[in-house]
């Protein structure tokens, strides 16, 4: 005895949806750092970020200018609840733009970072403001902002853990991390 069209069909239909469903439940397993606005529909997997530049000459650290193992590439810090460049952060951005320039071959991802104080989604839109102002600056020095993917982190990768003033100052950053 043969089934029906309609009820092959259905059967179908029904094993599309379940295949769908896998999927879905599968990508939403799947950690990425999307940046707010690196372009495109772009994401970043730092374990990509990581092996693509493990054979490359800068002195490669996952942790990036973070790591204060990159000569010539350094993190910046920032006031309480701002997104300015200070004088000083200025300064900075302007020996990191020699060493982006430097290495031509190497597209730098600005990671913008908050202290804990504040929602969730106040410190990602914060973080993203400073790595937007980061990116803005290198672009004025001539920076092609094609090599400046950004990303938000707000306050889910603190440097250094504490609630007092000198934890927050070192977590209200944004880095720098090479990518090929």
């Known amino acids: 005895m043969q089934d029906s069209p309609k009820k092959n069909s259905s059967l179908q239909i029904l094993k599309l ?9 599968a990508a939403a397993c799947t950690k990425k750092n999307v940046q707010p606005d690196g372009g495109a529909g772009t994401a970043v997997d730092s374990s990509a970020a990581d092996s693509a ?18 000569a010539g590439l ?18 900075t951005l302007k020996a990191n733009a020699d060493w982006i320039r430097n290495n031509p071959d190497v ?26 102002a ?5 672009v004025s020095l001539g920076i092609d902002s094609k090599r400046l993917p950004i990303i938000s982190y707000g306050e889910e990768k603190p440097l250094m853990p504490g609630d007092n ?10 880095n720098f991390v090479p990518l090929r």
Do not use: C, P
Request: glycine content about 8%.
């Open 107 to 132: 597209s730098v991802q600005i990671e913008g970072h908050t202290d804990s104080r504040g929602s969730t989604e106040y410190n990602l839109s914060l973080g993203e403001r400073r790595a937007k």
């Open 134 to 138: 980061v990116r803005q600056y290198l």
């Open 17 to 25: 949806g379940v295949l769908a469903l896998a999927l879905v439940s």
């Open 165 to 174: 003033e000198a934890s927050w100052g070192k977590n209200r950053r944004a």
């Open 74 to 91: 350094n993190t910046v810090y920032f006031e309480f609840d701002q997104a300015r460049l200070s004088n000083e952060t200025k300064e």
């Open 53 to 70: 530049l493990a054979d490359k000459d800068i002195s490669y650290d996952s942790m990036g200018s973070d790591s204060g193992n990159i």
